[in-house]
């Protein structure tokens, strides 16, 4: 006995749900960044264009350089602050992403174990063992891949709590 057209049939639909959601959420999170970028750049631009104006007002070599220097410290401080919101937001969707996946890792394999189950019972033989084994399976990856989300969520967070360098005075 085979699993049933309309079990597949379910188990695809619970799995393109899940994969419109993870388009969803990466679309999402490419927007936010794209905009987040946008913004840095066209800041930038007008910080470079001001600074430009002020040094070709100065006449005397240590202001100009004290200028380059405040300048170039205010950018290094925006293109951190920067990556630090693009790690923030990168940790939020990889978070969002994480239990999608995690739920779905947990609801797809129970219902493919009971698929699985209903299979091994319209059998003449049934064998306890392979459900034991498969469900361990299961099991392993689920843990194995929660167990990455935190790694890696606990990496993000540990480089969005860098702090930027003191300037020098």
């Not at 927007?31 to 470079?48: C, H, P, S, Y």
């Not at 350089?65 to 925006?78: G, H, N, P, S, V």
């Amino acid at each position: 006995m085979a699993i049933k057209q309309d079990q597949t049939s379910e188990l695809q639909k619970k799995n393109l749900e899940a994969a419109v959601r993870l388009a969803q959420l990466s679309i999402e999170n490419s927007q936010r960044i794209l905009e987040l970028q946008v913004a840095t750049a066209k800041t930038l631009f007008e910080d470079g264009v001001e600074n430009a104006k002020a040094l070709s007002t100065l006449k005397d070599p240590k202001a100009a350089i004290d200028l380059r220097t405040q300048f170039a410290q205010a950018t290094t401080e925006k293109l951190l602050s920067t990556a630090r919101e693009i790690a923030e937001i990168t940790t939020r969707t990889q978070t969002e992403v994480g239990k999608l996946v995690g739920e779905q890792l947990s609801t797809g394999s129970n219902d493919v174990f009971d698929a699985l189950q209903k299979l091994f019972k319209g059998l003449p033989i049934t064998d306890q063992n392979a459900i034991s084994a498969i469900q361990t399976a299961m099991d392993t990856t689920r843990s194995a891949f929660e167990q990455v989300t935190r790694a890696s969520t606990e990496a993000f967070q540990a480089f969005s709590n860098l702090q930027p360098p003191k300037g020098r005075k």
